[in-house]
């Protein structure tokens, strides 16, 4: 029944089109189509066909709030919009097309300024003082650890290490906002992440060293970490993989009922894979309680951003997969902390994907 009505449908758009044609070409008016065959007439009366095309989102994300109004009709009049699965569309007469980036950037939210000092009228979530002195404790011991790491690797004693110098505050304030219970599922330079969670210094070197205290029995490459009891999954090699697979990971709390997140890290040079679109889509479409976290410092390894993409950022990405998103400054880790620990709870009780673009600009 269903294609039935669908066929239908497109025989009278097709006719509508026609007709218009004939009445443009014989010089008769025809400023509005639906006035030509009315669509309504081809819809059978037991057919609910208000409903038959639902997208069937859950009552948790709707949000009518966010829909933007129909610039083209200021009727609500049904021969004026196409009502289309996903929400109605307005017509219009005028050819536009929508620009490739709007005149204003995505503000970037911050707490701290270049000082360090807390901007007056910051909105953030205020952090204890024994969680703030932690979060400054973790940041030095990770760039001490990547000291000591990188210089080991430099004189020859293992094959491969990635520092996160400079992107301690992502690395930190992102664990600080999380639970223990969410899935972390990372790329190359989120070790802070498993520090955080209570991964040993000496664990991290059994792991470079694959050494026989080795979670991972020396099976994997360097800085491919690794912990089941911590909830984090082991960094694979290639770029983005993991983030199709923290949509299934997300999917799958939902689908348990668990009060829990994914969480997935990458590159900007990460957007520009398949894997990165794939995910988005997969997860808008299935409304999975995952939280994508970019790391955009500007460059893919030697390739800058400017080679990548022509977009204002990661951030706009997601709204073209409608999913929420927001810029973060990747220096502040309070800035970090509050909008993870937001996106966090976005992501559980409202069953939605939330992406997270944090900038970094000490490499521009």
């Known amino acids: 029944m269903a294609i039935w009505l669908t066929k239908s449908r497109a025989m ?20 509005s189509p639906s006035t030509i065959f009315p669509l309504q ?25 966010q829909l933007d109004s129909l610039s083209s009709s200021d009727s609500d009049d049904d021969h004026q919009v196409l009502d289309f699965p996903g929400g109605k569309v307005g017509y219009t007469s005028e050819m536009r097309f929508i620009p490739e980036s709007s005149e204003k950037r995505v503000p970037c939210f911050r707490v701290l300024d270049d ?6 009228g910051s909105d ?59 899935f972390i599922l990372p790329q190359y330079r989120e070790p802070g992440v498993l520090l955080w969670r209570g991964y040993t210094l000496q664990q991290f070197a059994n792991q ?21 009891k911590l909830n984090y999954i082991t960094i694979s090699s290639p770029i983005a993989t993991q983030l199709p697979q923290a949509v299934g990971v997300a999917y799958s709390l939902k689908m ?13 040079g990460g957007t520009s894979e398949g894997d990165f679109h794939a995910a988005l889509n997969f997860a808008a479409v299935m409304e999975a309680p995952v939280v994508f976290i970019c790391r955009n410092n500007g460059w893919a390894i030697s390739t800058n951003i400017s080679e990548q993409f022509r977009s204002d950022g990661i951030v706009v990405k997601g709204r073209a997969y409608g999913i929420r998103s927001i810029r973060v400054d990747g220096n502040d880790a309070l800035a970090v902390y509050t ?18 673009e944090v900038r970094l600009n000490f490499l521009w």
Do not use: W
Request: aromatic share 6%; hydrophobic share 40%; glycine share 6%.
């Open 256 to 268: 348990e009922k668990k009060d829990a997140c994914a969480v997935a890290y990458t590159g900007d």
């Open 115 to 120: 000082n360090g000092e807390l901007i007056k």
């Open 12 to 31: 009278a758009q097709c006719l509508r089109q026609r007709v218009g044609l004939l009445r443009i070409l014989s010089g008769q008016s025809c400023s």
């Open 124 to 182: 953030f979530q205020q952090v204890s003082k024994e969680v703030a002195v932690k979060m400054y404790s973790h940041m030095v011991t990770l760039q001490v650890m990547d000291s000591v790491l990188y210089e080991a690797q430099r004189q020859g004693r293992f094959s491969f290490y990635l520092t996160t110098i400079g992107e301690e505050a992502i690395n930190i304030g992102s664990a600080a906002a999380l639970s223990a219970d969410d």
């Open 339 to 356: 909008a993870v620990q937001a996106a966090r709870e976005m992501a559980i009780s409202e069953k939605r994907p939330v992406l997270v």
């Open 41 to 65: 007439q081809y819809n059978s009366p037991s057919l609910p066909s208000k409903t038959l095309f639902s997208p069937g989102r859950s009552e948790s994300t709707v949000a009518a709030n």
């Open 208 to 228: 470079v060293f694959a050494n026989k205290a080795d979670d991972g029995k020396g099976r994997q490459m360097p800085i491919h970490y690794g912990s089941k």
